[in-house]
């Protein structure tokens, strides 16, 4: 988003500039490339939620989202695993749902995932 000046025919006193980056890696190199700028910008940084490597298990297709999670805010409770119904399509929208049928296929799901775990 790119707000500044007053009028299309006069040069703006000021601007601003917000940037939504979607990294695969650490934001570090990202941020000190921002704050080498000139004096006359300033660059902060109000939310970064690191990427996220997630477990895999045998037979439960994976995908890679452009999206976010609260897995990063939950602490240090082992080794991140991201599953359930529904679709990411609709998540978070006026229309987000899961059909009854998916939520019990769900059931099966983390029954089955469970008993993975447990036997690795």
């Known amino acids: 988003m790119i707000e500044g000046g007053r009028a299309p025919n006069v040069i703006p006193d ?5 940037l939504l ?3 695969v890696g ?3 190199r990202c941020g000190s490339n921002h704050r080498s700028g000139a004096s006359l910008a300033r660059a902060e940084f109000v ?3 690191p990427y996220q490597k997630f477990r895999t298990i045998d ?3 994976t995908m890679i989202a452009a999206y976010t999670t609260d897995i990063p805010q939950l602490g240090n409770w ?7 119904p529904g679709s ?3 998540a978070h929208t006026p229309r987000e749902h899961i059909e009854k049928k998916q939520l019990l296929d769900a059931v099966d799901l983390y029954a089955g995932i469970a008993r993975q ?3 690795s």
């Open 59 to 61: 037979g439960l297709p």
């Open 78 to 84: 082992g080794e991140p695993l991201l599953v359930g």
């Open 117 to 119: 775990l447990l036997a």
């Open 47 to 49: 939310l970064e939620v």
């Open 26 to 28: 650490p934001a570090t």
């Open 88 to 90: 990411i399509h609709v």
């Open 14 to 18: 000021a601007a601003r500039a917000q």
């Open 21 to 23: 980056y979607r990294l």
